[in-house]
């Protein structure tokens, strides 16, 4: 337990700025980290082969890839939203509300919620990618498609592995950290300083869900993301144990991992790309009922947790 709190005084404005000044040092830490590691592993050309889509098939770029990507989750988000925490309560799991409360039962809850959730952020991203931006703005259209396909392109060189050890890395890199890293910075942190600063808890939920889905960098893939930090924020709102949305978070990325993966070992017929895709209608309509009846579950069993402290 902490009995200094030196965060503990300043208004949320200050904090938001003191947690985006650690965020960034700790993201550039990481960044030169991850540099390192690779020249002593790889030696000093890994650091440029990194950086070509070209080599992304190349065993020993994927390698160096995902060192960096875990380093940066693990040292980049993951570690200045614990040491905010620890500066700014006495106790940080009580801060960040990593509680005990129902939480087998929300938790099972949760990941339902998520997996019957799935034709509907299917649907949320197909609409998404119709989205076209004005004549003027052209210019920018072209750059987001050209960081979509580079995404595109990172993201199959993760999930290129039929071998259950690079399985085993892509559940931890892909699933473990960003759910425990993103929902601890978003939802931990973030959703309860902008929800101070603004006085309503639901606004907080909304912006920090708004930053969660531009953070990605992928335009085409907003939509259904922004959906999903709603989803988060209010499970968090509602249950007041970051546990929950944690679970819902690693679910649906674990989701992409394990299809990925059972399609390239041929066990199944689509790919991660394909997860929640259908044309049937009814099928969209009875998730989002169904996705709806499981929210309305949550907020009935609302604990009634003050986030604002």
Known sequence: MFRIRPLAGF?????????????????????????LLL????????????????????PSVIASLKIIQ????AFGLLFPAVLFALFASRNPGKYLRFGTRQWPVMMIASASLIVTAQPVIGWLGEMNARLVLPESLSGLETWLENSEQQ??????????????????????????????????VFRGVLQRLFGKLVGNM???????????????????????????????????LWTGNLWIPITAHFINNLLSVSTEFLFRKGLIGIDSTELGNTGNIFLIVAAFIISGLLLFWFQRKRSGADLHD
């Open 11 to 35: 208004k949320p404005f200050t904090q938001i700025i003191i947690f985006t000044g650690i965020l960034g040092s700790c993201l550039l830490f990481s960044s030169l980290l991850g540099i």
């Open 39 to 58: 020249m002593v592993i790889y030696g000093p050309d890994s650091v440029a082969a990194v950086s070509n889509p070209s080599l992304y098939s190349t």
């Open 70 to 73: 875990i380093v940066n989750q």
């Open 151 to 184: 995404a595109a392109r990172l993201t199959e060189a993760f999930l290129s592995t039929t071998t259950y050890t690079g399985l085993a890395v892509n559940v931890l890199m892909i699933g473990i950290l960003p759910a425990l890293a993103e929902e601890i």
């Open 202 to 236: 639901h606004w907080g939920i909304i912006i920090s869900a708004i930053i969660f889905a531009g953070i990605h960098l992928q335009f085409y893939g907003f939509l259904p993301r922004f959906a999903l930090g709603l989803v988060f924020g209010y499970l968090f």
